[in-house]
């Protein structure tokens, strides 16, 4: 299936906003799991901390899969984007039902602090996975 001019402009510039928010939002939630971790009293440890700290990491290898292309950074890019965006859902639904459990996260009310990056951004990423070019662009056969 072909896609049409309109479609792939959006497409394309998803990849834009993808390779620069990625890396953004990668030292966004790792300086907020530091300084909670490191600087905030009373706070070390707990999940919050720990889970804006995961989710630092997966923002971090997200960005180097989308940005070294080949086919095995297709597959890690791809596998981070479905954690994350499991993570996200996960994590956004206990912080309403659970709150205390959770904590202050990344992810925290679906990424309200990060104005909901973290929750539209990578079904965003997996959508540009998937078009044809860009798996093309990454060394891997059309589907």
């Given at each position: 299936?072909?896609?049409?001019?309109h479609?792939s402009?959006?497409?394309e510039?998803?990849?834009y906003?993808l390779a620069i928010s990625?890396?953004l939002?990668?030292?966004?939630?790792?300086g907020?799991?530091v300084?909670?971790?490191f600087f905030k009293?009373?706070?070390a440890?707990?999940a919050g901390?720990?889970l804006?700290?995961f989710?630092?990491l997966c923002?971090?290898?997200?960005?180097?899969g989308?940005?070294f292309r080949?086919?095995?950074?297709?597959f890690?890019s791809?596998?981070?984007?479905?954690v994350e965006?499991l993570?996200?859902?996960l994590?956004?639904?206990?912080?309403?039902?659970?709150?205390?459990?959770?904590?202050r996260?990344?992810?925290r009310l679906?990424?309200?602090d990060f104005a909901?990056?973290?929750?539209v951004?990578?079904?965003?990423g997996?959508a540009?996975?998937?078009?044809?070019?860009?798996?093309f662009l990454?060394?891997?056969?059309a589907?």
């Amino acid at each position: 299936m072909e896609l049409n001019a309109h479609s792939s402009v959006v497409l394309e510039a998803i990849g834009y906003i993808l390779a620069i928010s990625y890396p953004l939002l990668a030292f966004s939630a790792a300086g907020r799991s530091v300084y909670q971790l490191f600087f905030k009293m009373g706070v070390a440890l707990e999940a919050g901390s720990l889970l804006s700290a995961f989710a630092g990491l997966c923002y971090l290898l997200a960005a180097f899969g989308l940005v070294f292309r080949r086919p095995w950074t297709w597959f890690l890019s791809l596998t981070v984007l479905a954690v994350e965006s499991l993570g996200t859902v996960l994590v956004g639904t206990l912080s309403i039902t659970a709150p205390d459990l959770v904590g202050r996260s990344v992810w925290r009310l679906y990424g309200v602090d990060f104005a909901f990056f973290p929750l539209v951004q990578p079904f965003l990423g997996i959508a540009w996975l998937l078009w044809p070019r860009t798996r093309f662009l990454f060394g891997l056969p059309a589907v």
